[in-house]
């Protein structure tokens, strides 16, 4: 990859990562097909440029982190700390998993069969993103009570983790998966986009701990990459995140998820 893609592929991660359109998913897409990178070091060069907008959720929510983080280390939990516990413990437990199995499985295949799973995930988001929007089904109704507490609860956060960490697989929207389970449950709109702002912190500490040491290409182009995706996210977080909650992001991921699958199909066909 040179300087240009670098700083393309930086730009698009930028604008992505604040859209429930799965940022890894449309870079890997632009990756394997514009710039016929393999399917394997594209998916670890997705995963890298989260070091850009995690950057920039670290100083938008500098004030809010480091007290967090202090709560943490003096074992004054309050809801936060408690959320953010749980909900990465099961980050963990479901996400580590699945990233080592397609870690594995991606390694044999080719660009066109990674181009129809990240499809089908991205349609999945897309289907799941379209329920959110709906009102909570009678079956969590009877989970979640109408006069329900304001604090988010431990199983709440519970199963914002198991989301987030299905969400290592590429066309997974993290934000869509978190943020959706967490309306479906009932939680507030507002808190349910600021938890899973703040529930990324960790879970994309944790991704590039992992992915650090399987990207090849030269550190000054991989800095390029990160410091553009810094730089856009920080400048376009706000608007991306009004305009998230404006717009219906489940049609964009389900037409561009099918995309996708035809052009593994044709790919694979011709």
């Not at 009877?142 to 697989?169: H, N």
Request: glycine residues 8%; aromatic residues 10%.
């Amino acid at each position: 990859m040179n300087y240009i893609e670098a700083v393309i592929m930086g730009i698009l991660q930028g604008f992505t990562e604040w859209l429930p359109i799965s940022s890894s998913g449309q870079v890997m897409l632009a990756m394997m097909n514009f710039f016929g990178i393999s399917p394997e070091k594209a998916y670890s060069y997705a995963l890298l440029l989260h070091f850009g907008t995690l950057f920039a959720v670290l100083f938008k929510f500098r004030y809010e982190l480091g007290r967090i983080l202090m709560n943490l280390v003096t074992l004054r939990w309050g809801e936060e700390e408690t959320f953010l516990f749980y909900s990465t413990l099961f980050t963990a437990v479901i996400g580590l998993p699945l990233y080592r199995a397609f870690k594995t499985i991606v390694t044999s295949l080719n660009a066109e069969a990674v181009n129809g799973i990240v499809g089908f995930a991205l349609i999945l988001t897309g289907v799941i993103l379209a329920k959110s929007r709906e009102k909570p089904k009678d079956e969590f109704g009877q989970i979640v009570r109408k006069k329900r507490k304001k604090e988010v609860t431990i199983v709440e956060a519970m199963v914002a983790g198991i989301a987030q960490g299905i969400a290592v697989l590429p066309g997974i929207s993290r934000s869509g998966m978190t943020i959706g389970a967490l309306l479906l449950l009932g939680v507030d709109q507002k808190k349910a986009v600021r938890l899973s702002f703040l529930m990324a912190v960790p879970a994309i500490f944790g991704a590039l701990f992992l992915e650090l040491q399987a990207v090849s290409e030269p550190i000054t182009v991989s800095l390029v990459a990160v410091l553009s995706a810094f730089i856009v996210s920080l400048l376009t977080l706000e608007g991306m995140l009004k305009l998230a909650e404006r717009l219906n992001f489940s049609k964009f991921c389900i037409v561009f998820g099918s995309i996708a699958v035809v052009v593994s199909i044709m790919g694979v066909l011709i």
